[in-house]
């Protein structure tokens, strides 16, 4: 008998992971190894149990799925990911894949079709439900004209997305700093090139850019 696949659950409610480990646990092909409760917390996890396979959420505070998961498939190029999300539109399906996961799975949605999807990607295949294939293809077919929003987006680097979901969260600068590990200076200067980039200056209009761009939850 082959070896179980040796997967971590990462999403930021216990109840779910709880959930995801009971209906993982019914199949011998999978192995649970572990589980984070944000994207941090993720990357230490896959360091320390190395798994074949991470099923991550994709909105979480702190540092959410996306940025997750271009770390993990830069950082542990054997570990696979697969995304467990109920977002299914282009702002979140799109960026996602692009930093690397292998497939992509709506929450309303598991059970035999997430044992479908751990097993594809983990034979290094792409998994996509119709629904979520459906947004890639009508993504590209409406590629050469761009949306205002893609181009809005555009100018900020991932660093400056990363701070810019901590400033409307209500994170202070020193605050922030702490969290990413960098003085208070480097955030006032990010925070300065954002204003400058997007030509706005006060929280309310950037928590606004931010849920219209997918950067948070709407509220």
């Known amino acids: 008998m082959a070896e179980p696949i040796r997967v971590l ?3 930021d409610h216990a109840i779910v992971r709880e959930g995801l480990r009971a209906i993982l646990s019914l199949s011998p092909e999978v192995e649970v190894v572990g589980e984070a409760g944000d994207g941090r917390e993720a990357l230490d996890k896959v360091k320390e149990s190395a798994p074949d396979l991470v099923i991550m959420d994709v909105t979480m505070p702190g540092m959410d799925g996306l940025e997750a998961t271009k770390r993990v498939t830069r950082d542990f190029p054997g570990v696979k990911v697969l ?7 282009d702002r979140y399906v799109l960026p996602i894949l692009q930093a690397g996961a292998s497939g992509y799975v709506l929450k309303r949605a598991i059970g035999a079709e997430l044992m479908a ?3 594809t990607v983990s034979a290094g295949e792409c998994y996509l439900p119709p629904r979520i294939a459906q947004t890639v293809l009508e993504y590209f077919r409406k590629r050469p004209n761009e949306t205002q929003e893609e181009e809005e987006l555009s100018p900020l680097t991932e660093r400056e997305r990363e ?3 901590l400033v409307v969260e209500g994170n202070t600068s020193q605050g922030i700093a702490d969290r990413l590990c960098v003085s ?3 955030v006032m200067c990010h925070r300065a090139n954002i204003a400058a980039k997007l030509g706005i200056h006060n929280r309310t209009e950037l928590i606004r850019y931010a849920m219209r761009m997918g950067i948070i939850e709407p509220m």
């Open 117 to 119: 999807a751990i097993r």
């Open 9 to 11: 659950l990462v999403d």
């Open 163 to 165: 701070i810019l979901k």
């Open 184 to 186: 208070k200076r480097t």
């Open 83 to 89: 995304v467990l999300s109920q977002h299914d539109s």
